[in-house]
Nanobody
Framework: QVQLVESGGGLVQPGGSLRLSCAAS????????MGWYRQAPGKQRELVAA???????NYAEAVKGRFTISRDNAKKMVYLQMNSLKPEDTAIYYC????????????????WGQGTQVTVSS
């Protein structure tokens, strides 16, 4: 059974940084593409960043140059480093996993974590 557990969310001032972490279990992690989605109040979930099992990355236009996704296959962890945070980054951030890269980037990952709240406010 796939389990994804996010951590690292919280309250941060505009311009600040946060690092989200996601611990995966129940899967052969190195075979999976991983992604971070977010959902703001009243909005649809959207892809923030994704990483292939080989380390290639994809980012939403809104976060390019500010966010970095990375993975540690030995630790079965995926990270999202978020810099220069803006109030519009406020959302619940979800860690996702799927064997298929296309499924991750097209909005239908097979596995989701419970989410972690990120609030950017002064």
């Amino acid at each position: 059974q796939v389990q994804l557990v996010e951590s690292g969310g919280g309250l941060v001032q505009p311009g600040g940084s946060l690092r989200l972490s996601c611990a995966a279990s129940g899967i052969i992690f190195s075979l999976y593409a991983m992604g971070w989605y977010r959902q703001a109040p009243g909005k649809q979930r959207e892809l923030v960043a994704a990483i292939t099992r080989g380390g290639l990355t994809n980012y939403a236009e809104a976060v390019k140059g500010r966010f970095t996704i990375s993975r540690d296959n030995a630790k079965k962890m995926v990270y999202l480093q978020m810099n220069s945070l803006k109030p519009e980054d406020t959302a619940i951030y979800y860690c996702t996993a799927d064997l298929a890269w296309t499924t991750i980037v097209r909005g239908a990952p097979g596995s989701w974590g419970q989410g972690t709240q990120v609030t950017v406010s002064s």
